[in-house]
């Protein structure tokens, strides 16, 4: 039995890497907070479909659901028990997601579980096969895969896309723009409206491949609602990576999915505004944000790239500050 124990302690290691994999690959970035809630919901729904196989071959139940008797009508009582009682359970993990929207009704988002549960089960199912087979080429070629984390705002994809293209045309570096295959295009579709319903906010059904020749190799940008996946060669990703993080600005896409947080970006964001209009800011304010910031439970990506946000607008202002001196300056010795 401990060994039992052991090797199913492996598989749901395993399947539930997969399933995160298989969201950074369909879907783009999951809420830090969240990631291992998902999965672990996609894992629950993989064992249902199993519990489902189950009532028609009981056999399979000492595989399948541990210490069941050797008796047919007590497997499928126990299989049809677990068939209503797992997408139950997602629904209720469903309502403890830390980005979810609090104004929903926690008993229409626990039943929600059944329609969760059939979709997730049914794409980790595919996810299992297709997944090792999209990674093969990229292990093979030692690739490295890096998100840049975004939250695209609604209505905002294609200027998102196109901001990618022209900062990498900035650099010299050439690019296209092309479709996701079918199948690629499907498990998106239904891994965006789980997770839609999930957070209960509407995510841009987009999803486009950006190929972009860097020297001799090439690396593939995959521009999602919620997150920016670059996958090639280390130095290439790590290149690319860097120049999206310091030039794309955060004016059609957010850094993080808390709404509260959002909130603060969106301050952020007027004070930037009002600087560049000409008019003063109050320090005070965006020491404010800053003291909230330090009070949110942010993974560590997300809080650096508000960091980020607000350290240049400090850099933005003082600079600001300095030209405005030394206009007043001339203007004394004129």
Partial sequence: MPYFRIILTGIAKLLSKVFSMATLTFFGRIPSQDDSKVSFMGLLSLYWIYILVTTVFPDLAETFIPLMPDDDTIVRIASIVLILLIPLING?????????????????????????????????????????????PNILQMHSQQQFAIMIRKGKYDDVLKEVEETLK??????YVHDPKKLVWFNFIMLSYVLEHIFNFKIAKKMKYITAQLGDNEVEITVHATDISIVGPRQEVCEVKHILSEEMRPVDFYFTWDHGLQKLED????????????????????????????????????????????????????KWKYEECNEGERGENE
């Fill in 92 to 136: 209720y993990i469903s309502t403890r997601m830390e980005n979810r929207d609090p104004d929903c009704s926690k008993i229409k988002q626990t039943l929600m579980g059944y329609p969760y549960t059939l979709i997730l089960g049914g794409m980790s199912m595919i996810l299992l096969i297709l997944i090792p087979l999209i990674k093969l």
């Fill in 170 to 175: 900035k650099h010299q570096i050439k690019t």
């Fill in 267 to 318: 301050q952020i964001q007027e004070m930037r505004h009002e600087l560049e209009n000409g008019s003063d800011i109050t320090m005070d304010k965006l020491e404010e944000i800053t003291e909230e910031l330090r009070k949110s439970s942010l993974g560590n990506e997300d809080w650096n790239a508000m960091r980020r946000q607000i350290y240049k607008l400090e850099c933005d202002y003082y």
